[in-house]
């Protein structure tokens, strides 16, 4: 496989500060920290499939996002992926959720890419009990879905994407007890203009909420923050 930078993809964009959405998840998944990066799954133990989904809809231009995975890795399925606002978060069985239909695409930690119901061989499995780094390209533009390992481009996993009108959000899910997945990095490239300075505006600021102490009109006020959930 080809060694890449793993910026490479949108290198002309910027930080972007979507995290995992509180309301729209599994009662088996627990979020943590202070800005919600943390997912944990079946914190007692598991008898089911829990999922969360990412609180932005990804649509246009180049997204592109990293998910530090805990070493508990093992069990039915833990996957990465996409699906639209319809993708099921929740099953009290042990499936590989993401992709059991047409709403969904993931990947799975047995190296398993799943769509439709149907699965092919991706990549190797992960090695169990190892904590890896699994990133994400959400190429719009060409609809595609790009998957990378601890740094390594694995290449494209899915096309057509782009035919989902209302767009995609990230979504992990896991059939194991006590794991955990952590946002890490995570870019986009820049929608326009406007949206370019908006991102230098974030740029320099400290916290979020010196935003509103900004010599600036309400609504350019409510534009920059609208892009930080």
């Known amino acids: 496989m080809v060694q890449r930078d793993v910026q490479e993809p949108v290198r002309e964009g910027c930080d972007d500060y979507w995290t995992w959405n509180k309301k729209d998840k599994s009662h088996e ?22 999922a969360v989904r990412g609180t932005r809809c990804l649509k246009n231009g180049r997204h592109y996002w990293e998910i530090k995975v805990s070493q508990r890795i093992f069990g039915t399925s833990m996957m990465f992926g996409v699906g639209t606002k319809k993708a099921r978060l929740h099953v009290d069985a042990f499936v590989n959720l993401l992709g059991e239909d047409g709403e969904s695409w993931g990947l799975s930690h047995k190296g398993l890419i799943w769509n439709n119901a149907k699965c092919k061989q991706y990549c190797n499995p992960f090695r169990e009990n ?24 694995m290449g494209v996993a899915f096309v057509g ?8 959000y990230p979504i992990v899910c896991s059939t194991a007890a006590k794991t955990e997945m952590t946002l890490g990095k995570r870019r986009r490239s820049f929608f326009n203009l406007q949206d370019r300075c908006r991102a230098i505006i974030i740029s ?6 010196e935003i509103d102490s900004l010599p600036l009109p309400n609504r350019i006020r409510t534009y920059v923050k609208e892009i930080l959930h």
Request: with cysteine.
């Open 29 to 50: 998944v627990r979020i943590y920290g202070n800005r919600g990066e943390t997912a944990h799954f079946h914190p007692n133990w598991s008898n089911g499939t829990a």
């Open 130 to 153: 190892e904590s890896t780094v699994i990133g994400m390209l959400l190429d719009w533009n060409n609809g595609t879905l790009s998957y990378y390992k601890d740094g390594e481009d």
């Open 161 to 168: 994407l782009n035919r989902c009108q209302d767009g995609l």
């Open 204 to 209: 320099k600021l400290r916290q979020a909420n």
